[in-house]
């Protein structure tokens, strides 16, 4: 059995980059990277939206590496965003585990215009949750990997909970952003620096209280 660790990140990235694809880590990864304390099912990775469809391609290629499995059109109530996302399997991974490509447009957010990304020199810096996928690891590769910035991701899931008032999924936006708010100690002086947008910054002012 060979678990997920942060090579198969590193792998699936430098992939995509090297064809000039920007790529950020969201999901199970992504959460427990900022603290959130969550099972990871799988590698989610966020590509541009223009991006998406040729970075699954390009992982696709590598036969060896990844089995090409049809698109996910009937994601779970508690990932309504990934409707339409790319997956393929980690052949090195076992039992079956699977990567998703998705597009920042269905994160609310857009590489391409917002500061979103950061990267950790070593595994000293990182939340508890994450460093149990860094074993037998290198730090230049992990010193490589690409994360969403904590501002970047809050404001992703304010901004779908925004423009999914209203709805059912609405719910889960929201409870994806209170998570990353709650595990990070996010305060309102946060908030104001880092939400200039009024609706998002009313919701996350709503979730400080609420956690207060």
């Known amino acids: ?27 199970d990864v992504g959460l427990a990277y900022h ?3 969550v099972a990871i099912f799988n590698l989610e990775l ?25 698109d996910l059109d009937d994601p779970d109530f508690y990932h309504p965003y990934k409707k339409g996302a790319s997956r393929c399997q980690i052949r ?13 447009k269905a994160l609310g957010m857009n590489l391409d215009a917002i500061d979103c990304e950061e990267s950790k020199a070593d595994t000293s ?11 037998g690891v290198s730090n230049e590769v992990l010193s490589s990997i690409t994360w969403t910035r904590l501002s970047a991701f809050v ?3 304010l901004q779908l909970a925004v423009l999914h008032h209203g709805e059912e999924t609405q719910l889960v936006f929201l409870m994806e952003a209170e998570r990353l708010m709650d595990a990070s100690r996010i ?12 609706e998002r910054l009313s919701i996350a002012t709503q979730l400080v209280r609420k956690n207060d």
């Not at 430098?14 to 064809?19: I, Q, V």
């Not at 590598?62 to 090409?68: F, G, L, N």
């Not at 991974?93 to 597009?103: K, R």
């Not at 810096?125 to 074993?135: D, K, N, T, V």
């Open 1 to 27: 059995m060979v678990a997920l660790n942060l090579q198969h990140v590193y792998d699936a990235q430098a992939y995509l980059k090297s064809a000039g694809i920007k790529c950020v880590v969201t999901g």
């Open 35 to 37: 603290g959130v304390d």
């Open 46 to 70: 966020c590509v541009p939206d223009v991006d998406r469809v040729h970075a699954a391609k390009l992982l696709q290629a590598r036969k060896t590496q990844y089995r090409t499995l049809p």
């Open 92 to 104: 090195s991974i076992s039992p079956t585990f699977e990567l998703h490509i998705v597009s920042d």
């Open 125 to 135: 810096q990182m939340h508890p949750e994450i460093r149990g996928l860094c074993h």
């Open 155 to 157: 404001n992703g899931w």
């Open 187 to 198: 305060d309102q002086t946060w908030c104001m620096k880092h939400i200039d947008d009024e």
